[in-house]
């Protein structure tokens, strides 16, 4: 048999295995799908550039002070939070002193209350009550002293006996005085300066007790953003100085897509720009991010400027879908304007051999058989991208329903975006 032959019986096959898929297709109960149409918009013309996937953020996390650790709180690939704990070193000898510091700030405190609240009703009334005592004793002893002094001119006292009256009265009179005092002290209540002297007392032991907990906190290494582990650097039981790495961590929620660009097509990068990335280990996948620096300081022997393009990532259980190191392409535009056909990026079907979008011919029912149409893709903004293949400006491209498609396939419009809402940025 000729190769000839062969070949015309293979095409035969392939012809009617097409026509059975197709007919089988459209067997199939309607689908129902969301369309919207091809526009055409002033574009750049774009070029794709090899890069490497960075995180956001990267920090070796250190110990601020010297000691052992007790305890590892995260391990390698472990997602972890803003503040959350990570290395626990031994604090008990600490924690004992801030106890003492403690009891002991509480004791100045309640000293300051006590100056503060000033003097209390029933200790002004005791001091009140010893003032009148001795106001009275006073009152007595002076009227005996007057009487006896009366009766040594009549020569009916002795001289010891006046003596005597006479001390009395006038110790009867210090008692007095001194009585009075008291009361007065207790009425006005502690002097200021006693106050202010208790308050600095207080203060001084709150920051010894603020020394000691910031000394225990340090004993706590945390994670200071929301990331993942990728390095342990120490083990329970070793020994740290301060200073020492114990852990080192990235941020993936978002990353840096970091591409090489020569120096003549830089100029037409700008800041905050969409465009579309690759990750060619994701072929079902399409990401956009735009342009966050463009480092102004070109290599001098490969004549490239870094450009760097910030891109969400897609966080599951799993962990970051994007990770460090990772090949990427980035589409950048690299001339000037020009018309480019654009779809709405949900009209990609992504996971073959190409992209594909499916096109379907808008009857007056509202029904129509779907076509698949292999594209190459362009640049990106937010909403739509450019596509290049057989497909024309006004055709509708199913949006919604597509991932269950096939070709020649029979469908049901619900709903026809207009191109307006489709070519919006």
Do not use: C
Request: proline share 6%; net charge positive; aromatic share 4%.
């Amino acid at each position: 048999m000729s190769s000839s032959h062969v070949i015309k019986l293979a095409l035969t096959a392939l012809l009617l295995l097409a026509g059975d898929r197709m007919a089988h297709a459209q067997k199939r109960p309607p689908a129902r799908v969301v369309v919207q149409k091809v526009v055409a918009k002033e574009m750049a013309a774009g070029q794709s550039f090899v890069a490497t996937v960075l995180p956001i953020k990267r920090a070796i996390v250190g110990s601020a002070v010297d000691g052992r650790v007790v305890k590892i709180l995260a391990r390698d690939g472990q997602r972890v939070t803003k503040m959350q704990p990570l290395v626990q070193l031994l604090t008990e000898t600490i924690e004992l002193k801030l106890v003492a510091a403690e009891a002991e700030l509480e004791l100045r405190r309640q000293e300051l209350l006590e100056l503060e609240n000033g003097t209390r009703k029933q200790d002004i009334a005791q001091a009140q009550a010893k003032m009148l005592g001795a106001k009275a004793n006073m009152a007595y002893t002076t009227t005996r002293r007057n009487r006896l002094q009366n009766l040594r001119d009549a020569r009916a006292a002795t001289q010891e006996l006046i003596e005597e009256a006479e001390a009395a009265a006038t110790h009867a009179e210090q008692d007095y005085y001194e009585f009075k005092s008291a009361y007065e002290l207790a009425v006005e209540g502690p002097r200021p300066e006693k106050i202010a002297q208790a308050r600095a007392k207080a203060a001084i032991q709150q920051a010894s007790v603020d020394e000691l907990k910031l000394r225990i906190k340090k004993h706590t290494m945390i994670s200071r953003f929301d990331g993942y582990v990728i390095g342990k650097k120490t083990e329970e039981g070793a020994w740290v100085s301060s200073g020492d790495p114990v852990m080192e961590l990235v941020a993936l929620d978002y990353v840096e897509v970091q591409a090489f660009v020569t120096e003549n097509h830089a100029a037409f990068v700008k800041p905050d720009m969409t465009v579309r990335v690759e990750i060619p280990a994701l072929p079902d996948r399409l990401f956009t991010g735009f342009v966050s620096a463009i480092i102004p300081q070109a290599d001098a022997r490969a004549r490239t400027v870094p450009i760097r393009v910030r891109v969400k990532n897609e966080i599951s259980e799993a962990g970051p879908l994007l990770k460090w190191g990772m090949y990427a392409r980035v589409e950048l535009p690299t001339g000037p304007l020009q018309k480019a056909v654009m779809v709405p990026k949900d009209a990609l079907v992504l996971g073959g051999p190409k992209p594909l979008v499916y096109i379907v011919a808008v009857g007056k029912d509202q029904s129509g058989t779907v076509k698949a149409v292999p594209v190459e893709l362009g640049v990106a903004t937010p909403n739509l991208i450019q596509v290049k293949g057989p497909i024309q400006v006004g055709e509708s491209v199913v949006v919604e329903g597509n991932e269950r498609l096939r070709p020649g396939q029979n469908v049901v419009i619900v709903n026809n975006i207009p191109p307006t809402a489709a070519a919006k940025n």
